[in-house]
């Protein structure tokens, strides 16, 4: 059983690409059943773990993958069905880009990096998950949701996740401004 947590979340890295080919071929009801069986795996994956002691080293390196594939995967599939304009897919991605390669920059440049998830990032994730799970609702036969509440997700979107980018460069450009003075004082 402890690893149960660890299965569920590969269960939901194995959705994302049913969940991509879903969007793209329209077939939204089914794409949100997905999306919420993905959604709710998470939500058990992390109970479970966090309930039972069940955490693990693994489970800490793959649970924040699976989402990322899921959210990367529907903003572009998303984005490829007209669904919302592609700018918003690119600064989802840019985004991520952009953290991932301040990251190894500063690994590769300053030293170890212990990355935790800012405030203002858990937000911007919780964000575009409501806004795929809104699209998805949209686009489905089930609700007809306001062309006003999906502009308005897209600019709360965007916004939040253009204020997390530049929070984490703003952030770590600091840690690592004062990691090398730290150094050459040493020195």
Do not use: C
Not at 82 to 103: C, K, Q
Not at 146 to 168: E, F, K, N, Q, R
């Amino acid at each position: 059983m402890r690893h149960l947590p660890n299965l569920l979340t590969v269960l939901r890295m194995l959705l994302v690409l049913p969940l991509a080919w879903l969007i793209r071929e329209r077939h939204y009801d089914s794409a949100l059943i997905v999306a919420a069986i993905a959604g709710f795996s998470d939500a058990l994956d992390g109970f479970l773990a966090k309930r039972y002691g069940w955490q693990s080293w693994l489970g800490g390196l793959l649970d924040p993958i699976a989402d990322k594939l899921l959210l990367i995967v529907s903003f572009v599939a998303l984005g490829l069905t007209g669904a919302h304009p592609l700018w918003l897919t690119w600064l989802v991605i840019g985004r991520d880009l952009v953290i991932v390669a301040g990251a190894l920059l500063y690994h590769t440049l300053i030293g170890r990096l212990s990355a935790e998830p800012t405030t203002l990032s858990k937000i911007t994730t919780v964000l575009q998950i409501g806004y795929v799970l809104l699209q998805l609702v949209h686009l489905s036969s089930w609700v007809d949701v306001p062309v006003m509440l999906l502009t308005a997700a897209i600019w709360l979107v965007a916004i939040a996740t253009l204020a997390s980018g530049l929070d984490y460069v703003l952030k770590w450009s600091r840690r690592a401004a004062r990691v090398r003075r730290a150094t050459s004082r040493e020195k």
